[in-house]
């Protein structure tokens, strides 16, 4: 009996496991939606809305990836919202963007720490930034989606989390598409086994996904659009339809 009993805890604790590294680095986790399609008048209202929706994580986390797509025009500017947000919520906020053209127009609401990519390939990025967490500061990270998002193997939020020893909030902008023959071309291809393995596929196919569930919803597509989804344990992707 007691050999029983030990084979059955062996296999909790297994089952356990896989379900908790499922959740954390899961190939394609269930998307959990967080805000679901909302009509905006600007980009910035979007960053507002998304902090209000996630500020108990924020707030908690101290540090905060957010990525911007090259497909999403305009995306900085929901990321100034969201900044914008926090400090009116009397947080510190120091950021450090990836590139130069991420702070125009927020150079003196927030400290700016730029950094290259020496800076991210030899760690110390990743150290000044633990130090401003471990000192108050609400840090955030600027740098593109495939950068930042968990998503994508070797990314700054998969080596944030080995440095603070626990998943890190990542959150990042892509294209929603509400053009129904150009979401059943792509799910045609996000269907092939290679698109997992390809991690910008992946976040493409995500987006694609995710417009797919509100084709029958009928969106206004002269409209700003805007669906927040959690992907994993803290990973947040937010799609952006614009006119």
């Known amino acids: 009996m007691k050999i029983h009993r030990w084979?059955?805890?062996?296999?909790?604790?297994a089952v356990s496991t896989t379900v908790y590294f499922t959740i954390r680095y899961g190939l394609r986790p269930k998307p959990i939606p967080v805000m679901n399609p909302t009509?905006?008048?600007?980009?910035?209202?979007i960053g507002i809305v998304t902090y209000k929706r996630l500020r108990q994580n924020i707030r908690s986390e101290r540090v905060v990836l957010l990525g911007l797509s090259s497909?999403?025009?305009?995306?900085?500017?929901?990321?100034?919202?969201?900044?914008r947000a926090a400090a009116a919520d009397?947080?510190?906020?120091?950021?450090?963007?990836?590139?130069a053209d991420f702070q125009i127009g927020m150079e003196n609401t927030f400290e700016w720490v730029p950094y290259s990519e020496e800076a991210d390939n030899s760690g110390q990025l990743l150290e000044l930034a633990?130090?401003?967490?471990?000192?108050?500061?609400l840090v955030v990270i600027l740098g593109s989606s495939n950068e930042?998002?968990?998503l994508v193997a070797g990314s700054l939020s998969q080596k944030l989390d080995r440095l603070v020893g626990h998943p890190v909030l990542s959150i990042s902008t892509l294209p929603l598409s509400l053009d129904e023959s150009e979401i059943r071309l792509a799910e045609t291809e996000c269907l092939e086994p290679s698109s997992e393995g390809n991690p910008l596929r992946r976040l493409h196919c995500a987006?694609?996904?995710?417009?797919?569930?509100?084709?029958?919803?009928?969106?206004?597509?002269e409209k700003v659009w805007a669906v927040l989804e959690r992907h994993g344990l803290k990973e947040y992707l937010l799609f952006i339809h614009q006119p």
Request: overall charge positive; aromatic content about 8%; cysteine-free.
């Open 7 to 13: 084979i059955w805890i062996l296999i909790a604790i």
């Open 39 to 45: 009509s905006f008048e600007r980009l910035e209202q």
């Open 71 to 83: 497909d999403v025009p305009g995306n900085s500017e929901v990321w100034l919202g969201l900044l």
């Open 90 to 99: 009397k947080e510190k906020v120091v950021v450090f963007p990836s590139r």
């Open 130 to 137: 633990h130090e401003r967490m471990k000192g108050g500061h």
């Open 148 to 150: 930042v998002s968990h």
């Open 207 to 221: 987006a694609i996904r995710s417009g797919r569930k509100f084709l029958k919803k009928k969106l206004d597509p």
